[in-house]
């Protein structure tokens, strides 16, 4: 097998810091950890490695493994870059949301597609349905190694990693961390760091969806990947984050539009999120307090989606129909006859229907 240090494996992590000036409070040190400046373009070419390195170095990955994971995304992408580099077979489960974009470039990679296009009967979970479909296609292959994202310790140990670059960059003064969670392996790395390292002046700060389980409440629509799951992930535990701030898809995209027009950053949609995630708790934040977000992924890949007008009226007018439907509705009540007395008198209507 290649060493995992040469060649593109070698452009994995180290990722700039920058300083953003535009777009916060001014009193405030706001730095952002640019993670689409990974090869394949995203956080997630760091835990795809740390996963592939384990399964490498515990035996349980060899030259004819086959490597099997559910993703319809960065992870796939990450995924697909280790393993063409290291001439293992892929096999990615997406579903049918997939992008036409990403599902091209998972092809070119060299990975075998297999689609999911019915949800889990048992909680109605597309996802669900993903992992059963990769858990059971590992069973099936024998010789197959299920990476398994979503509880995989080495998820988010590769973000020990994360932590390390930005605390040495900073002098170890980093009083927030925002971030976002989806299988929660960035989350639960940066949670752990803190604690190995007994860093308790750093909070955590996770920008979730509104239909998102992970902090609780109810499985809704989520247009933007990465931002939120349908179901608790095992990495999740309650220490993971000090808060979560619920941030919708819409002002997700209005996140990354302001980190393009003030600061030429085009970034994909969780980043929108947790940028405005930082907004909305702003005023809490002390003068000359660090905060750093950790900014998953680039925006090429979001076009047709987050930067494109259209997508976004879609997702405005979908969010209009879902505020109707949850609305409280009053329980129709048969209507109450007026006294005949009351229906007569004209004092009491300017003649128009209105009372007055
Ligand atoms: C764009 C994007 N943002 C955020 C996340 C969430 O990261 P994690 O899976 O570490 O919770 C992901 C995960 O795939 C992602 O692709």
């Known amino acids: 097998m290649r060493s995992l240090q040469d060649g593109i494996l070698a452009c994995i992590g180290n990722t700039p810091l920058l300083r953003l000036t535009g777009v916060a409070r001014p009193d405030i040190r706001l730095f952002a950890k640019f993670e689409g400046a990974n090869p394949s373009g995203s956080i997630k070419d760091r835990p795809a490695l740390e996963i592939i390195r384990d399964g490498i170095e515990s ?21 697909a870059q280790i393993c063409r580099y290291l001439g293992l077979r892929l096999v990615c489960v997406v579903d049918n949301k997939i992008t036409a974009q990403n599902l091209r470039l998972l092809e070119v990679y060299g990975a075998e597609i297999e689609v999911v296009t019915r949800p889990d009967p048992a909680t109605g979970d597309l996802l669900t349905a993903r992992i059963n479909r990769a858990k059971a296609i590992s069973e099936a292959i024998g010789n197959a190694f299920w990476t398994n994202q979503y509880a995989n310790p080495s998820n988010a140990r590769a973000h020990l990693r994360t932590m390390d670059e930005v605390f040495a960059a900073l002098g170890g003064e980093v009083d927030y961390l925002f971030c976002s969670a989806s299988s929660c392996g960035t989350v639960r790395g940066c949670a752990d760091y803190l604690r190995q390292n007994k860093l308790h002046r750093t909070k955590v700060y996770v920008a979730d969806s509104p239909g998102s389980v992970i902090f609780g409440g109810n499985s809704g629509p989520r247009m933007i990947p990465g931002h939120g799951a349908g179901r608790r992930p095992e990495l999740y535990e309650d220490y993971v984050a000090d808060r979560s701030i619920r941030v919708t898809d819409e002002e997700c995209v209005m996140g990354c539009k302001a980190l393009l027009s003030k600061e030429a950053l085009l970034v994909g949609g969780s980043s929108g999120g947790i940028m405005m995630a930082v907004n909305k708790v702003a005023e809490e934040i002390a003068p000359r307090a660090t905060c750093v977000m950790l900014l998953p992924d680039r925006g090429e890949r979001y076009l047709d989606t987050i930067f494109s007008d259209e997508w976004v009226v879609g997702l405005q007018r979908i969010a209009q129909e879902r505020e109707q439907l949850d609305r409280p509705r009053v329980a129709m009540q048969p209507p109450v006859p007026l006294r005949r007395q009351e229906q007569r008198d004209p004092g009491l209507s300017n003649g128009q229907g209105d009372r007055i």
């Open 59 to 79: 035996g349980r990955i060899k030259e004819d493994t086959v490597v099997v994971e559910a993703t319809s995304g960065n992870m796939g992408l990450g995924l």
